[in-house]
């Protein structure tokens, strides 16, 4: 028995080696590291701090549910057009295949959730794009869903908020993809012009037609710290001017600096800020 | 001379030919007349197979010709009275767009175009069509003074797209183009825009949330150039002929989708060669257009716009 302590290949007898099972019985992503800062926490942890590193305050991607569970009262958030089907109109290979795979991935229609819900006891339709769908971009399902969120705030005459996070129009849905920007804008023209209140709220990444269309035309435009937003990409810029662009072009607080911007909102004041505003606008709500 | 383009070439070889037999014959005492006259019916049949089935990709170099009129030839040959009207009034004066006010038979109107140049030089100065945000605050300046004095709106689209810069970018290149989305979309004016070459992304779409959209026949309108396509999609921008074919830019893929309301036939091979020929066409586009607008009040012109953008998108509830 003493013997075995000294025995060269005692870890053998020593450890416990997990069996196959037991294994993939360990969840997976239980910790998470912070892609700026290298911090590692405990997944749970960072959810409880609405995916914000406490080390560095990176501000990492969110799902659209995590956004609606870190902004409206409790249960009172309803999803509409959950059942719009993106079709493949220009026939490219494989995009339909790509479109339900990300669906399952995601539990979502398209790379857009949007509904109805209360924030502070105040009713608002809001449209929040997934980016962990096909980038976010926009195609006809994105458009239509935003412009139907769009057209029911106008009905209902409650303001709108659209969170973006996108990378900008889908390319394997063509022009089509293009003029959605302007079917979302026509919607917008209309909501506006009842008097209604639009906020936009600009998320990583806010980029492309996104950004060239209902992203930068809101009453108020606010956007998370460090979010980038632009029109056209850093390479195609850098290869255009022949130069290197500053570090933190692009990012919410130059556009801030460029007077592009109403406001930059730290996460953890997301939801009382836009409460606020809210507040301000809508009769009785005080 | 003009460019010879390549599905272009087995026309201009045989065209060259039958010059050099009547040069030929002018110079010695033989006759060919006969082998002449086989020839220019050989060139009236190949002409017709050629430009009467011309590819996507044809179409894209058409539509890039450098020697393809440009809004201000346009404007000269349709409108009188024409006076070109600067600035945005906030930063500068964007030579990429430019417009003013001029009369279309006898009725005042605003019209607003992307402007290329012919030659380098010319390029330089207008960044080749491709505008900065004051331009498009320029555009939508004179929007809003042409609304209040009631006059229709004509805008020619011909851009690669917006510009990619830095100083774009600080200038606030996407609000500038957003901003005309939805200032476009409650304009209670007749709007009428014509697709006269490229029609390229976002930087297009700013003069383009109008009540009628025509589209000269080999004119492109796209989400992106099919270089740009072939090297998102495939990795290989010299896929640029398959894209242009997969992306459906061209204006009978667009009337088909119901995108577009009317094509403005071109004069065979393109709008170059003979471009007061093509003026009379599009001339004719818009006096139709105005025509049937003109039967609208304010808010109906509005909700015709709303309408016409409403619809489009492809998916299945």
């Not at chain 1, 993809?177 to 917008?188: D, N, P, R």
């Not at chain 1, 936009?200 to 037609?209: A, E, F, K």
Request: with cysteine; net charge neutral; glycine share 8%.
């Amino acid at each position: 028995m003493i013997r075995d302590l000294f025995m060269k290949n005692r870890k053998k007898h020593m450890t416990t080696i997990p069996s196959v099972d037991a294994k993939n019985d360990v969840p997976e992503g239980i910790m998470t590291k912070c892609s700026e800062c290298k911090n590692i926490i405990l997944t749970k942890d960072l959810i409880k701090l609405m995916k914000v590193c406490p080390k560095c305050d990176h501000h990492f991607k969110m799902t659209a549910a995590e956004r609606v569970a870190c902004l409206f009262d409790e249960e009172t958030f309803k999803s509409i057009d959950d059942h719009l089907k993106t079709e493949n109109p220009l026939n490219f290979p494989a995009y339909t295949e790509k479109v339900e795979s990300d669906a399952r991935k995601t539990g979502l229609n398209e790379a857009v959730l949007t509904g109805t819900g209360k924030i502070d006891g105040v009713e608002i339709a809001v449209a929040i794009m997934d980016a962990h769908f096909r980038m976010g971009s926009m195609g006809s399902v994105v458009g239509e869903k935003i412009t139907r969120a769009i057209e029911k705030a106008t009905a209902l005459g409650i303001p709108m908020i659209i969170f973006s996070a996108s990378g900008g129009a889908r390319m394997q849905e063509g022009v089509l993809s293009l003029m959605q920007m302007a079917k979302t804008s026509v919607a917008l023209t209309r909501h506006g012009s009842e008097g209604l209140l639009y906020i936009s709220v600009m998320t990583y990444p806010t980029t492309g037609g996104v950004s060239a269309s209902f992203a930068s035309v809101g009453d108020i435009n606010i956007a998370e710290p460090k979010a980038l937003i632009g029109f056209a990409g850093r390479r195609v810029i850098e290869q255009t001017v022949r130069e290197k662009l500053p570090e933190d072009f692009q990012t919410a607080e130059f556009l801030l600096d460029h007077g592009q911007l109403d406001a930059v909102v730290h996460r953890a004041d997301m939801k009382e800020t836009l409460s606020k505003i809210v507040r301000l606008h809508v009769k009785g709500a005080n | 001379m003009s460019k010879t383009l390549k599905f272009e070439e087995p026309i201009v070889k045989l065209r060259e030919k039958i010059v050099e037999l009547e040069e030929f014959t002018a110079n010695n005492s033989v006759d060919l007349s006969d082998e002449i006259g086989t020839l220019k019916v050989r060139l009236k049949n190949l002409e017709e197979e050629i430009y009467e089935n011309m590819e996507p990709w044809d179409r894209v170099q058409v539509a890039r010709h450098p020697q393809r009129p440009t809004t201000i030839d346009y404007i000269n040959m349709l409108f009188e009275d024409f006076m070109q009207l600067h600035g945005d009034r906030a930063y500068g004066d964007d030579a990429a767009i430019v417009g003013g006010i001029a009369s279309f038979e006898s009725v005042p109107i605003t019209v607003i175009g992307h402007q290329r140049g012919k030659d380098t030089k010319e390029n330089v100065k207008r960044n080749f069509g491709m505008p900065h945000p004051e331009g498009y605050r320029k555009a939508l300046r004179l929007m809003k003074q042409a609304e209040k004095f009631g006059r229709p709106i004509i805008c020619f689209i011909d851009t690669k797209g917006a510009f990619p810069g830095k100083a774009a970018e600080e200038r606030g290149q996407s609000e500038a183009i957003a901003r005309n989305l939805v200032e476009m979309a409650g304009l209670t004016v007749p709007v009428i825009s014509i697709v006269i070459g490229e029609g390229g992304s976002g930087g297009a779409l700013a003069l383009g949330v109008a009540n009628h959209i025509h589209m000269l026949e080999h004119s492109t309108y796209s989400v992106i150039s099919p270089e740009g396509a072939a090297t998102i999609l495939w990795k290989d921008s010299s896929l640029a002929k398959q894209a242009a074919e997969a992306m459906k830019i061209t204006a009978p893929h667009l009337k088909e989708m119901g995108i577009i309301d009317a094509i403005i036939p071109e004069v065979r091979g393109g709008a170059h060669r003979d471009s007061k020929a093509q003026a009379i066409s599009i001339g004719n586009a818009i006096r139709t257009s105005l025509d049937e607008l003109g039967t609208l009040d304010g808010k109906g012109l509005v909700d015709h716009r709303y309408d016409k953008f409403r619809c489009i998108g492809v998916f299945s509830e």
